[in-house]
């Protein structure tokens, strides 16, 4: 599985994606929305782990930008703390998964497996026109 991760934190950020590779993905990281949306544009990820406090530009822009994308990666925000005016609207903007920090690796393998079941269930689903 392909997954980007944004986070401002370079510790934070090499701790998810060496827990992403135990888990046997491959990724890619930025550390703001600058390289992250041209990297969102140019890779079909399947997989973007968002951190929602990002200085200057939001986490509820980047998902702004990955809803126009052709190809939209499974969104999961990562959090610091449960403000469920924030969840709904990561949600409403498409972040259908939350992690709540500190996270380990059962709970990165928990996310992508349900990652993996939500894809299977899609390709199982007829296509309409």
Same mark, same amino acid.
């Given at each position: 599985?392909g997954?980007?991760?944004?986070?401002?934190?370079? *510790?934070?950020?090499a701790?998810m994606?060496?827990l992403?590779?135990?888990?046997?993905?491959?990724?890619?990281?930025?550390?703001g929305?600058?390289g992250?949306?041209?990297?969102?544009?140019d890779h079909?990820?399947?997989?973007?782990?968002l951190d929602?406090?990002?200085?200057d530009?939001?986490?509820l822009?980047?998902?702004?930008?990955? *809803?126009?994308?052709?190809?939209?990666?499974h969104?999961?925000?990562c959090?610091?703390?449960?403000?469920?005016r924030?969840?709904?609207?990561a *949600?409403?903007?498409?972040?259908?998964?939350?992690?709540?920090?500190?996270?380990?690796?059962?709970?990165?393998?928990?996310?992508?497996?349900?990652?993996?079941?939500?894809?299977?269930i899609?390709?199982?689903q007829?296509?309409?026109?």
């Open positions: 599985m997954c980007l991760v944004i986070e401002d934190s370079s *510790n934070v950020r701790v994606c060496r992403l590779a135990s888990c046997g993905c491959e990724t890619e990281e930025a550390d929305p600058a992250a949306i041209g990297l969102l544009k079909p990820y399947d997989a973007l782990f929602w406090d990002l200085p530009f939001g986490a822009d980047i998902l702004r930008e990955v *809803n126009r994308l052709d190809a939209r990666p969104v999961i925000l959090v610091t703390h449960n403000d469920p924030e969840l709904a609207l *949600n409403a903007a498409g972040a259908k998964h939350i992690l709540m920090k500190p996270y380990d690796e059962d709970m990165v393998a928990e996310v992508l497996a349900s990652i993996g079941e939500e894809t299977h899609e390709q199982q007829p296509k309409t026109a």
